[in-house]
């Protein structure tokens, strides 16, 4: 079973416009979230997070929200640029309860960002 | 400050032959994570290891893989008799400590069963 869920695997956005990307979970015991872009043939890049315990944070043109209640969770890029296109991966932390924080990722949204 | 530093960056191996992936944590981290990546799916966890301890492999398969962290050198995920199925991207993170906050990904060693 997925615990993390990214439901659409593409995205395409024009230049300046608002990229939305979403992410839905199912376990409740994760208290920490994060997103990675990723680029081909890289590895995984940390973009931004959020605890738990909070419903928003922003780093200059990302915004992560929570919705606890709802168990989504959305990044929000604005305005779009061309160098964002990559693929955006949601995760999120849980312990394992064998010693290590493990991360569980959803498949991934590609986005594509029109100049 | 080099980042984490993973070799080689593609492997063919054929089937039933023995594939070694390498990983050098960033300068100062002393926890590596092993991930993989199917194609068409996202990573999932396979390991935990600080130097010379295996602390969590509970996303390993029981049969055909390993892994280690010696006190001198890399990290070596090991592979025995490979099949088609185990072919994949294997993405190595380091971390200063235990933490729940993400860490630092290599570019991954990308292997190829024929």
């Known amino acids: 079973d997925q615990q993390v869920k990214q439901n659409s695997p593409s995205l395409s956005v024009q230049e300046g416009r608002i990229s939305i990307l979403n992410c839905d979970y199912t376990?409740?015991?994760?208290?920490?979230f994060l997103w990675y872009k990723k680029y081909p043939a890289e590895g995984p890049t940390f973009l931004i997070s959020i605890s738990s315990i909070k419903d928003k944070n922003e780093d200059g043109r990302f915004t992560v929200f929570l919705n606890k209640s709802a168990k989504h969770l959305s990044l929000h890029i604005v305005p779009s640029q061309p160098g964002d296109s990559a693929v955006y991966f949601c995760?999120?932390?849980?312990?394992?309860?064998?010693?290590?924080?493990?991360?569980?990722f959803g498949k991934g949204t590609k986005l594509s960002v029109i100049p | 400050n080099a980042g984490v530093m993973q070799n080689p960056r593609h492997l063919v191996r054929r089937r039933g032959q023995e594939a070694r992936l390498r990983c050098s944590p960033m300068?100062?981290?002393?926890?590596v994570y092993w991930y993989r990546q199917l194609p068409e799916e996202g990573l999932k966890f396979m390991v935990y290891l600080q130097k010379e301890n295996i602390i969590d492999e509970s996303g390993m398969p029981k049969e055909r893989f390993s892994a280690e962290f010696p006190k001198e050198g890399p990290s070596i995920l090991r592979i025995q008799q490979v099949v088609r199925g185990d072919s994949a991207a294997y993405f190595c993170?380091?971390?200063?400590?235990?933490?729940?906050?993400?860490?630092?990904f290599g570019s991954g060693t990308r292997l190829t069963v024929v």
């Open positions: 300068k100062g981290h002393s926890h």
């Open positions: 993170a380091s971390s200063p400590d235990s933490t729940n906050y993400g860490y630092t």
């Open positions: 995760a999120a932390s849980a312990y394992s309860g064998a010693g290590s924080y493990q991360l569980t």
């Open positions: 376990n409740s015991m994760f208290d920490y």
